[in-house]
């Protein structure tokens, strides 16, 4: 069946509900692909399961995860796009001087490597304010995608992603690795779960960062070799800090993630993690919270509840990763363990029955060898990977759901199927699930 055309999507009824906004911010991409870049790539064969991937943004996380798409030796990296020429000249050494030869160029412009006919799919590793844009188009252009999570900055933006997705029945990876890395801890936590180990979930902790502040950074002098207005993109305009966008290849993760023009602080960017583990323990990946409780004080940074049409609460706040309390015990879980036990009181023995492999006619999740392993698995085997658009969309939404309410400190209730907010105060959540954007290149 074939894809529906750039112009045919644009004009779905469905898809312009959906985020017209994140849309219409891609649509000057170029339409043609560019002359071939100077590339040492082997020929295709038919059926050989060959991948080429270009990257958009070669920031610390891009640079974690390019040994991980070399580690198939199917798989090339032949382009490199960053707003700092550094950092993708960077990228591009690390690939060419791994694989031994030329196999990867730098380009100026991202647009670039979403039009090039050699790329089938692309790593956006960007700021969460530039992940719809890439996305959109490189689905438009039939391309798959590895997008870092959180999966976009507000919640129009991830219904658009989803769609395009949807409709061009490309393969899509959120980034959210805990689905498939760290010892499957996450994998057998919510697994058991889901099977009903611990009884009927009354109430989860969630452990992550803070909601997002305005950025009031001030101005540094613009270093050469950086493309300032391209990095804000569809932001508001503000003068150049490299805290924002770091001189040069760096080693560390900008502190961008913590103002809300651009990210949703550190309760989304580890919240994306954690709250997607609970998401796929409560078997919410197509749906989320309807009610958005904030803390009586406005300046608290933790003690916000989200509640479940079940009466499940999850609460910001907790003492470990994600932590489970049911009806007949407790699982916890952590990048570094999982434990469970009967009851709630954190010093009762371990009960590991509880997290025991499933039994016959018990759900099981996979356990992946990694999360590019199954986006590249996917691709070749035209299925699903294990973290969807749709699902990345849904667990992004439970982190602007609780951004949104403490930024407005009023209680709200939540539409996951409508993805609107109704009832009180309806009007002014509905005003934060989309975010002006400014014109730009």
């Known amino acids: 069946m074939p894809r529906p055309s750039r112009r045919d999507f644009v004009r779905s009824a469905a898809v312009a509900a959906a985020g017209g906004a994140a849309l219409s911010a891609c649509a000057t991409g170029p339409a043609a692909a560019p002359a071939p870049l100077p590339r040492d790539l082997p020929p295709r064969a038919p059926g050989d399961g060959a991948i080429r991937v270009g990257i958009v943004g070669f920031g610390v996380r891009a640079r974690e995860l390019v040994g991980q798409f070399l580690a198939d030796p199917k798989c090339e990296i032949v382009a490199v796009a960053d707003v700092v020429a550094a950092r993708a000249a960077e990228g591009a050494r690390i690939v060419n001087e791994r694989r031994k030869r030329a196999v990867c160029s730098v380009v100026t412009d991202w647009r670039a490597i979403v039009a090039d006919r050699e790329v089938d799919a692309i790593l956006n590793a960007t700021p969460d304010h530039w992940h719809a844009e890439p996305s959109i188009a490189a689905a438009l252009a039939g391309k798959h995608v590895y997008c870092e999570k959180p999966l976009t900055l507000t919640i129009a933006e991830g219904r658009a992603i989803a769609a395009a997705v949807a409709a061009t029945g490309v393969c899509f990876q959120t980034g959210s690795q805990q689905r498939s890395e760290f010892g499957h801890h996450f994998v057998r936590a919510a697994e058991a779960v889901r099977n009903g180990r611990i009884g009927k979930v009354r109430r989860i902790t969630i452990h992550t960062g803070d909601p997002a502040i305005a950025c009031d950074l001030p101005e540094q002098p613009l270093p050469a070799g950086i493309d300032w207005d391209g990095w804000l993109g569809q932001a508001p305009m503000r003068p150049f800090h490299a805290d924002l966008c770091p001189i040069g290849m760096h080693g560390h993760f900008?502190?961008?993630?913590?103002?809300?023009?651009?990210?949703?602080?550190?309760?989304?960017?580890?919240?994306?993690?954690?709250?997607?583990?609970?998401?796929?323990?409560?078997?919410?990946?197509?749906?989320?919270?309807?009610?958005?409780?904030?803390?009586?004080?406005?300046?608290?940074?933790?003690?916000?509840?989200?509640?479940?049409?079940?009466?499940?609460?999850?609460?910001?706040?907790?003492?470990?990763?994600?932590?489970?309390?049911?009806?007949?015990?407790?699982?916890?879980?952590?990048?570094?363990?999982?434990?469970?036990?009967?009851?709630?009181?954190?010093?009762?023995?371990?009960?590991?029955?509880?997290?025991?492999?499933?039994?016959?006619?018990?759900?099981?999740?996979?356990?992946?060898?990694?999360?590019?392993?199954?986006?590249?698995?996917?691709?070749?085997?035209?299925?699903?990977?294990?973290?969807?658009?749709?699902?990345?969309?849904?667990?992004?939404?439970?982190?602007?759901?609780?951004?949104?309410?403490?930024?407005?400190?009023?209680?709200?209730?939540?539409?996951?199927?409508?993805?609107?907010?109704?009832?009180?105060?309806?009007?002014?959540?509905?005003?934060?699930?989309?975010?002006?954007?400014?014109?730009?290149?």
């Open 254 to 441: 900008p502190a961008w993630r913590k103002y809300r023009e651009y990210a949703n602080g550190g309760l989304a960017d580890m919240g994306a993690h954690h709250f997607d583990i609970a998401q796929w323990a409560l078997g919410m990946d197509h749906s989320g919270p309807v009610r958005v409780i904030p803390p009586a004080d406005r300046a608290a940074t933790r003690g916000l509840v989200l509640v479940y049409a079940d009466g499940c609460e999850m609460v910001h706040g907790g003492p470990t990763d994600c932590t489970f309390e049911g009806e007949l015990g407790t699982i916890e879980c952590s990048r570094g363990h999982s434990r469970a036990f009967r009851g709630t009181d954190r010093s009762a023995p371990d009960a590991p029955d509880l997290l025991a492999e499933p039994k016959d006619g018990e759900l099981r999740f996979p356990r992946n060898a990694g999360h590019v392993a199954d986006f590249l698995a996917a691709i070749r085997e035209g299925r699903e990977p294990i973290c969807t658009a749709e699902i990345g969309h849904r667990t992004a939404t439970v982190c602007q759901l609780a951004s949104i309410g403490y930024r407005l400190g009023l209680p709200l209730q939540w539409d996951p199927v409508a993805e609107r907010f109704v009832g009180d105060n309806a009007d002014a959540g509905n005003a934060l699930r989309v975010a002006p954007v400014r014109p730009h290149a």
